[in-house]
């Protein structure tokens, strides 16, 4: 029989949207969760689940506060290294730290170096499923792969396709872009947790050529994931105006070739078209709200409220190392503080909703992870809301959950995260 555990703690579910009515609503709270193997097997009243599992193994967490995994909905695993570097806007901040760190991913022993340690990371941060860009080189996909199956995680990656204004050693071609990236997936898509994601990383440094191929890719494999970015800062649009001339705006570069669909995630998305909302809209597309990274390179501020009211499918994301941290506490600070500047302050249970069921969401996974329910996978983390003296101080004098866990969303970084379960087992 599967070895079966009780947490016992706050344990949060969301039955609902908190985007719709009362945001606390759509959270039902209960005692204690039941880990079965590497499924969620029950939620309720810690009694009737040690009735009912006798043979379990109890847990007690107090008044500590249990919720699933967090998932982080576009991220540049290759940027660790180089995360918090001072100074630039997004091209010269491309030019002059990205991809002189991604070149060095040539070497799979350095690739191997990262991944592992990223994943060690990310996990003491809470974070148990991520969506990320690799590097041109197909080493820096196995990588990440093998790391990520070697610990039991979901994850996503796929080969970021350049052929054009990358330097030397960071291009591709059309054809090896769309070779390379059916190899990659051919070996990794489906396997145990990891899911293969065609990524062309934005129209400026890919030829229509190349766009035209991994849309075909993504025609052969529409069961995949396409990543990529849009509309991310003023610059980058007036360069992609440029550079396709014949485009309606930015989404019609992709659009023009296949690559906008219900599996597509679009990075940043601030500046957009009403016909590019409306079109994103349509297709079901995620937007992927990066606001660390925003604030951090000066993109602008993503408009949660609005697209949210017209039904718009958005994640959260660190966006490391364009964002700041590989904190999705820190990431729902900021996309509350994101919020607050545009005049609409978001609830404690919609910044955990997007951290959680609307990243899951936008991969086309809530199905799996991102909840905790019976059935689903069992990635959660268990959260200790007095994790300083700082934050201690005030969630002592709370009057509810939310303000208490408010907190520790706004101040609480990886000493608040008190356990990380990934795949059924306690990290
Ligand atoms: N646009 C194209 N590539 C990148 C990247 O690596 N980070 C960010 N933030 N934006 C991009
Ligand atoms: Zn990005």
Redesign the pocket.
């Known amino acids: 029989m599967a070895s079966q555990t009780i947490l016992q703690g706050s344990v949060l579910s969301f039955t609902g949207t908190p985007f719709e009515g009362e945001p606390g609503d759509a959270v039902q709270v209960h005692e204690a969760v039941v880990v079965s193997g590497q499924h969620i097997a029950a939620l309720g009243d810690l009694e009737q689940l040690q009735a009912a599992y006798p043979e379990a193994d109890v847990v007690h967490h107090g008044n500590k506060v249990i919720i699933a995994g967090f998932v982080d909905a576009h991220v ?1 695993y290759p ?1 660790t290294a180089m995360i918090a570097s001072w100074g630039k806007r ?1 091209i010269d ?2 030019n002059t730290y ?1 991809f002189p760190e991604e070149m060095k991913f040539a070497d799979r022993a350095y690739a191997d170096d990262i991944a592992g340690r990223y994943l060690d990371l990310t996990a003491a941060h809470g974070t148990t499923t991520m969506c990320s ?1 690799a590097t041109i080189h197909p080493e820096s996909v196995d990588a990440f792969f093998s790391a990520a199956q070697a610990r039991g995680q979901r994850v996503v990656t796929g080969k970021t396709c350049m052929d054009r204004n990358a330097p030397e050693g960071l291009r591709d071609t059309a054809q090896s872009a769309y070779d390379q990236s059916k190899a990659l997936l051919q070996r990794w898509h489906g396997v145990d947790r990891l899911e293969y994601a065609i990524t062309p ?2 129209s ?2 890919s030829t229509p050529d190349q766009l035209e191929a991994m849309g075909a890719l993504w025609a052969e494999h529409p069961d995949c994931l396409m990543q990529t ?1 849009l509309s ?1 800062q003023t610059d ?1 649009i007036e360069w992609v105006r440029g550079l396709f001339p014949d485009a309606r705006d930015y989404l019609d570069t992709y659009e023009a070739f296949g690559l906008l669909g219900g599996r597509g995630l679009y ?2 998305a601030i500046h957009l078209e009403l016909r590019e909302r409306d079109q994103l809209r349509e297709h079901g597309a995620a937007l992927v709200h ?1 606001p660390t ?1 925003n604030t951090f ?1 000066g ?1 602008g501020l993503f408009d949660m409220a609005g697209l949210m009211a017209e039904g718009q499918r958005i994640g959260l994301a660190t ?1 490391t ?3 700041s941290s590989f904190s999705m506490l820190r990431t729902m600070a900021a996309a509350y503080e994101v919020g607050q500047l545009r005049g609409v302050p978001l609830h404690a249970a919609q910044l955990l909703w997007l951290a959680t069921v609307g990243s899951a969401r936008s991969l086309r996974m809530d199905d799996k992870i991102g909840n905790l329910a019976p059935g689903m996978e069992a990635d959660l983390i268990v959260l200790d809301l007095a994790s300083t003296p700082a934050i201690s101080q005030r969630s002592a004098v709370a009057d509810d959950l939310w303000e208490a866990v408010f907190p520790t969303i706004m101040m609480g970084d990886d000493r608040a995260i008190a356990e990380v379960w990934i795949n059924g087992q306690r990290r």
Request: proline share 4%; hydrophobic share 25%; glycine share 16%.
């Open positions: 540049h940027q997004l901040w491309l990205t860009f990383r934005f400026p440094t970015h991310e980058e990075g940043h990066c990274s390179i993109s966006d190392g364009g964002g």
